[in-house]
């Protein structure tokens, strides 16, 4: 588990650092029709989303569905909509006041959230599954829901509710009204595991989309870097951004991607967990660029809730991590070291 220990390394090492406080489409231009030859893909439904492997290589079939396979694995942990996954087991237990152990891997996520709770001052909060099943976003039952219910649901604590031992890796809620939802990070850790996974075949030249979520795996076979096109929030299904990756995660959240509307209000799915109302700030959509897909998801999430000023300073602390930031102007912010990725707005 190379990569997704490094991953969690790094998170430490920020947390340190800072004292605790669209879906992307690729462009697959450029690659010979010899290379495409000795290509393999795959396209599955899981997570709730459109999962497409794309591998090069002698070795590229068998590498995509071993990825697959471990992808399929780790939705028995962590999807909330299967019954009996790991996940849903652990809530319900932790809710009766049990210690409960957990799976190396759901572990690894539910610390990684925690720390993520720390890290933005609770701006992701990975406790509030209530919460998010009250308003329903992205179901048949969406409705808005009484401030009453709300209210009922909102905790001081947020994610300090969960307590994690380390020795004995189990889970503690501190308040039964805790309900981990990992839908922020843990799609982000299935595409590290499915890139270690690849590697681990001898896979050296793969892409991977999990609906917002794009994971690179070295270079395009022609030693080019992949193109990552970021979409236009304000118009869903025209192109605002590209930019230029090999072997990084990027990740792309917005308001536009799942909402309802109500007596003419749009309501999208990125909870605040301050006010248990959909986000409304500065901020509609984050794209975010790293080695690790897990902190991508986390921080393309965080940053919208957290808004531009917030979001980004929070962002350039960060060694490796990059963002684009696109606000309700239609302002397009980036981060210090953007440069280096050769973003491109459409139409400039």
């Known amino acids: 588990m190379r990569n997704i220990w490094r991953c ?26 010899a290379n495409a030859d000795e290509s393999y893909e795959d396209t599955r439904e899981l997570m709730g989303t459109v999962v497409m492997v794309r591998a090069y290589g002698q070795h590229a079939e068998d590498g995509v569905n071993a990825a697959f396979q471990r992808a399929e694995e780790l939705e028995q942990i962590f999807s909330t909509t299967i019954d009996n996954t790991e996940l849903n087991q652990v ?27 720390r890290l933005t001052n609770g701006a992701l909060d990975c406790t509030m599954g209530d919460l998010i099943d009250l308003w329903g976003i992205g179901t048949d039952h969406a409705a808005v829901p009484s401030q009453e219910n709300i209210d009922a649901l909102l905790r001081e604590n947020g994610w300090q509710d969960v307590t994690l031992d380390e020795t004995t890796q189990t889970v503690t809620f501190e308040d039964p009204a805790v309900t981990l939802h990992l839908g922020a990070i843990a799609k982000g850790y299935i595409s590290d595991a499915m890139k270690e996974t690849l590697e681990e075949t001898g896979v050296t030249s793969a892409i991977m989309s999990l609906g917002g979520n794009v994971m690179t795996l070295g270079s395009k076979p022609d030693n080019s870097r992949w193109t990552v096109a970021v979409t236009d929030p304000f118009s869903p299904d025209e192109l605002i951004a590209t930019l230029k990756v090999s072997g990084q995660a990027v990740v792309t959240s917005g308001n536009y991607e799942r909402y309802f509307e109500e007596d003419g209000v749009r309501y999208h799915h990125i909870l605040d967990p301050s006010t248990g109302f959909p986000s409304d700030s500065d901020v509609v959509s984050t794209t975010i660029i ?47 070291h953007m440069a280096a990725y050769d973003l491109q707005e459409i139409g400039t």
């Open 8 to 33: 969690i390394i790094c998170l430490d090492a920020v947390l340190a650092l800072t004292g605790c406080q669209a879906q992307s489409e690729t462009d697959f231009s450029g690659i010979t029709t």
């Open 91 to 117: 809530n319900k237990a932790a809710k009766a006041g049990e210690a409960v152990t957990l799976s190396d891997d759901c572990f690894q996520v539910v610390k990684a959230a925690m720390d993520f709770g």
């Open 290 to 336: 790293s080695d690790c897909g897990m902190n991508c998801d986390a921080l393309s999430t965080a940053t919208i809730i957290l808004g531009a000023e917030k979001g980004m300073a929070l962002i350039n602390r960060m060694d490796g991590t990059e963002a684009v930031f696109i606000k309700t102007d239609g302002t397009i912010l980036t981060s210090d």
